[in-house]
């Protein structure tokens, strides 16, 4: 929920250089702490996307802060919870 | 008898029974555990993960068996690579717990966390402001700062519940899940429930909403936050300025241990006191307000003589003069009195020669906290002697012997005899003197009517259906002009030849009774959850109560 | 040597003249293994197919066989047969052939199951979105227990058993075998803490419960027919059988493979199989086992230790198709359900679609997967 919600706002055109870690921090709060695999399931990609990428999140997160690029507020192939 | 078992939590060994979890296992040792859905009389959810500590077992070769030791000696300590939840995990042999490493304060910070998510900012509204374990635990365990600068889930709030008695505040829900479990295993019937998924899960009530059950308010107390709260305390007083009084309900012979909350000599409050082996942790809630009486219309507040209002002493010393006017004397006990009382009245009837009758109020058993007999202390007229059989509902016996002219005296304690077979004539033909805490038609009709202290006003003990002995405390000192009934029968007791001290202190009547009676501890000490003595003597007498909570259900 | 297809669990799918009916499903030798079946002793098969080691196909591996041996048989409960049909993985769609195509094969392997561990019933749990699926299987067990397959005194045995087909609502954590387990008996679907619930003791109605997957069932006959030892031969000892991946995103060829695990490499699925990456672009990353899986992103190098005591370094498409392999390589197998990124694909974008699926499927029960 929360992780669903900094992506979102990444999305749309609202990140912050803070965000790709503070995802891996709390995908690492998740995992090992529930109740059923659903939570693993929810931060592994999150640790080993945002881990791997982490120079596209920032690029995308600097263009934003810079003014350039179209926020995709009209991709609605996801939706806010 | 339960078998220890050794087990060490944060370094200190301690033995502890057999079959506890880790988290009554902590508390045991003196380590709080912070959690909230696990509750000790629901079964255990599993979901809130705050309770996670650091579980190690004697470690085994996984072949041979034999246990492994560490290059000193010791037995080495396998831990498991994740943190389990102690309210799932019972203690073992051997068991290692640890609460207070990094990775156990990260996982209670980081739940934590994400619990203060999406919970409303309402402390300086929210009623649980100053008991709320979110705050606690928070504080203790918590971050800090939050991190979070999304929008927060909106949901409804102020939804009065269970005919209007508890307000409902979803937002400030943390999912617990203790109030469907209490009412699904304690009510017995699914009255709240979780309504949509994830982090927009609600809690939410089906259709009857629990307004006709005598217990759903358990879950006000029960919720740890401030999502479920009771409507006639919404905004009356903060939990700090108010002082907690030990108390028992006297709604019915279950004896239910209760906290009274007062400020200011005003009760505010009441709330359930645990006692695994009375109430666990519930009360009915009829019994939260039955300190409505003490400041009720219906009380009787001046003492009055032929029906006019006058001054204490006056009536005192005119209640002596009726008392021994005429040795045909009767006294009418009341079950609604505690047991220093009684066993005053007691002595003040063998001294005045007095024959003694007595009331019992009767309802039906819900099988739970409320039983079928509606008087606290029923059981202490036969300790402290008053009766030796089950009386009967009414006063039909005592209305007879008036009649009949046996009767020129009467001691009427705490019992509207008008309700229960007296008529108006029956004043005539012989003097009563009233003592009560409510105003009625007899205290009108008596020659002296005696304004006596409510049960929250003084301390005392009450006998309960399992003949356990339970103490109480005085919650408020009761109006100007009121009595304590010890200090009347004092009065009464030595106009008849003895010299008892006047305004006796509670502890030396407690002494007192329990030298006059073997089968009391000595001086009455009840100890934490109250004594259970020795009833052999009152085997042959039926009482009405049936199997109940800790009652005749072979716990 | 080349990659090449295995086909077993799909040896019927997409060939020429067959159809979902039981007639033809006899004619090609169907439920021959279940009339054998009946009359072998059950500890004899439960120990057939823990020899086999096949493991788990639903996405947590864990071995079957193990899972049969753990279950309470001495309470005295009767015993339930859950054959998790709930293909909500984002990325899988492999079970999905197998219900619609070859039914009758997943009833065998149901039936056979259901045999060897003495189930009093079996229940398939459908993905409630699948609902000509719902419609086929439905059909296909009437045919089945007109010819004796399903219900009273299977093959003629004393055996008895139904099926009976329960359908989902479109919730991910059903596809989770405790939250299955409460969605069937009709509650909400959270998942329950093990212990006490481990479905082997306390499942269904706190009965012994078996949860497998549609593929690990239909292994089952196929591990009755040749043998645990046999299968156990096929491919990989460490992960014996063989997988279907369903492979989807953007490859020239995306579709299903089964392949014998560990006899070729992602690069060889990706490159030969699929016919490698749209015109103009290139892989960029892979999730290989559901989204669930960690990714694999193109240019890494995995330093992996040999059994010999020797390290080697894989790309990304030197990576053996078997659990091990993944698993030593940072992500893991998973339902099989390869997800491909190429170069045109932003992260930011894919992992937000990714996210806002599992909120919004988070059953809400503990605090840091509802929150988080």
């Known amino acids: ?81 | 008898m339960s078998d220890l078992v050794n087990i060490n939590i944060d370094g200190k060994p301690c033995a502890v029974p057999a079959g506890l979890n880790v988290i009554e296992a902590a508390k045991l040792a003196g380590v709080e555990i912070p959690h909230f859905c696990y509750h000790p009389n629901l079964q255990v959810a599993g979901s809130c993960r705050l309770c996670l500590v650091s579980i190690g077992t004697p470690a085994r070769d996984r072949a041979t068996g034999e246990p492994v030791l560490n290059p000193d000696g010791t037995q080495k300590i396998a831990f498991m690579p994740m943190l389990a939840i102690s309210c799932g995990t019972k203690v073992s042999e051997g068991m290692h717990v640890v609460t207070n490493s990094p990775q156990v304060k990260a996982a209670r910070e980081g739940v934590l966390e994400f619990l203060l998510l999406n919970h409303p900012l309402d402390c300086p509204i929210c009623d649980k402001a100053g008991e709320c374990k979110l705050q606690e635990y928070s504080e203790n365990f918590g971050r800090g700062r939050s991190r979070y600068v999304e929008e927060k889930n909106a949901k409804p709030k102020k939804v009065p519940v269970a005919g209007g008695r508890i307000m409902l505040d979803a937002e400030r829900c943390v999912l617990c899940s203790r109030c469907i479990r209490f009412c699904r295993e304690i009510i017995g019937r699914d009255i709240f429930g979780f309504i949509r998924r994830g982090s927009k899960n609600e809690i939410s009530v089906y259709g009857d909403d629990g307004g006709d059950s005598n217990y759903i308010m358990n879950v006000v107390d029960g919720c740890p936050v401030g999502a479920l709260t009771e409507a006639a305390f919404r905004f009356k007083m903060r939990p700090w300025f108010m002082r907690v009084v030990n108390c028992v309900a006297p709604e019915s012979s279950a004896g239910v241990n209760t906290n009274v909350w007062v400020r200011e000599n005003t009760i505010y409050r009441i709330t359930p006191r645990a006692n695994p082996f009375v109430n666990d942790s519930w009360t009915s809630d009829s019994s939260r307000y039955e300190y409505k009486i003490v400041n009720s219309d219906l009380r009787l507040r001046r003492m009055r003589v032929d029906g006019a209002p006058c001054e204490p002493g006056y009536a005192l010393s005119r209640a002596v003069d009726v008392l021994k006017s005429d040795p045909r004397i009767a006294v009418v006990a009341s079950a609604r009195q505690p047991l220093e009382e009684q066993f005053l009245l007691a002595e003040f009837a063998s001294m005045a020669g007095a024959k003694v009758y007595a009331v019992s109020h009767l309802g039906e058993d819900d099988g739970f906290l409320v039983s079928a007999d509606r008087t606290p202390n029923m059981r202490g007229l036969f300790v402290s002697g008053l009766i030796k059989e089950y009386p009967k509902p009414d006063l039909s016996d005592l209305a007879a012997e008036i009649r009949m002219g046996n009767i020129k005296t009467v001691l009427c304690l705490c019992e509207d005899a008008t309700s229960l077979g007296l008529e108006e004539k029956d004043f005539k033909l012989a003097n009563f003197v009233y003592c009560g805490v409510n105003d009625s038609l007899t205290a009108r009709l008596a020659k002296v009517a005696l304004a006596i202290s409510s049960n929250f006003e003084h301390a005392g003990l009450f006998i309960n259906r399992q003949f356990r002995l339970q103490k109480f405390d005085k919650a408020v000192c009761a109006p100007k002009g009121v009595l304590d009934f010890s200090a009347i029968a004092v009065k009464f007791i030595n106009a008849f030849g003895a010299s008892l001290a006047e305004n006796p202190d509670i502890g030396q009547l407690r002494m007192r009774i329990s030298e006059m009676c073997p089968i009391l501890p000595k001086g009455c000490e009840t100890g934490e959850g109250g004594v259970v003595i020795d009833s052999s003597a009152f085997a042959s007498i039926k009482f009405p109560e049936t199997k109940s909570l800790h009652f005749l259900d072979n716990e | 040597m080349p990659i090449q297809e295995r086909r077993i669990l799909y040896r019927h799918i997409d060939v020429e003249g067959w159809n979902p009916s039981i007639d033809c499903y006899v004619k090609n030798g169907g439920y021959e293994v279940l009339k054998s079946a009946v009359s072998r002793p059950r500890a004899e098969l439960c120990e057939e197919v823990l020899k086999s080691g096949i493991k788990g196909r639903g996405g947590a591996g864990f071995p079957m066989g193990m899972k049969w041996k753990f279950l309470d048989r001495k309470s005295g409960k009767p015993i339930y047969l859950i054959c998790n049909a709930d293909e909500s993985e984002p990325g899988t769609c492999v079970d999905r052939e197998i219900i619609y195509k070859d039914p009758h094969q997943l009833i065998e392997g149901v039936m056979c199951a259901a045999y060897a561990i003495d189930a009093k019933q079996a229940f398939i749990y459908i993905r409630g979105e699948y609902i000509n699926g719902y419609r086929i299987l439905i059909n296909a067990i009437n045919e089945a227990r007109e010819r004796g397959f399903v219900g009273k005194n299977i093959c003629g045995s004393q055996y008895s058993c139904e099926i009976n087909v329960t359908r989902g609502a479109g919730c991910y954590i059903c596809g989770e075998e405790t939250g299955l387990i409460s969605s069937l008996a009709g509650m909400r679907a959270y998942p329950r803490i093990k212990p006490p619930y481990f479905p082997a003791v306390m499942g269904l109605y706190d009965c012994p419960t078996v949860v497998n997957n549609v593929k690990s069932l239909c292994w089952v006959p196929i591990i009755f027919k040749e043998g645990g030892e046999a299968v156990s031969k096929i491919g990989n000892p460490k992960d014996p059988g063989t997988y279907v991946w369903g492979v989807s995103g953007q490859v020239q060829k995306p579709g299903r493979y089964e392949i014998e695990s560990g006899s070729a490499t992602l690069g060889e699925l990706l490159y030969d199989l699929c016919g490698g990456p749209l015109a103009g672009r290139s892989f960029k990353a892979v999730i290989p086992g559901g989204s669930s899986m960690k990714i694999l992103k193109w240019g890494e190098t995995f330093k992996v230790p040999m059994p010999d005591g020797s390290a080697r370094e894989w790309r990304v498409e030197d990576i053996p198709l078997d659990g091990p392999s993944l698993m030593a390589c940072g992500s893991a197998l998973g339902s099989g359900g390869v997800i491909v990124m190429d170069n045109t694909v932003d992260m930011a974008e894919a992992m937000a679609n990714l996210n806002a699926f599992y909120a919004h499927e988070s059953c809400g029960q503990g605090t840091p997967c509802r929150e988080g």
């Not at chain 1, 709390?26 to 939570?39: E, L, M, Q």
């Not at chain 1, 596209?56 to 997160?61: C, N, V």
């Open chain 1, 1 to 81: 929920m929360w992780i669903s919600r900094i992506t979102k706002r990444i999305c749309a055109g609202g990140g912050r250089l803070e965000d790709p870690d503070l995802l891996l921090s709390i995908a690492d709060g998740i995992c090992g702490r529930t109740v059923c695999a659903h939570g693993e399931g929810m931060a592994w990609p999150v640790q080993s996307n945002v881990s791997k990428f982490k120079d596209e999140y920032l690029a995308k997160i600097r263009r934003q802060l810079a003014g350039e690029g179209a926020s995709r507020l009209d991709n609605n192939s996801y939706r806010l919870i």
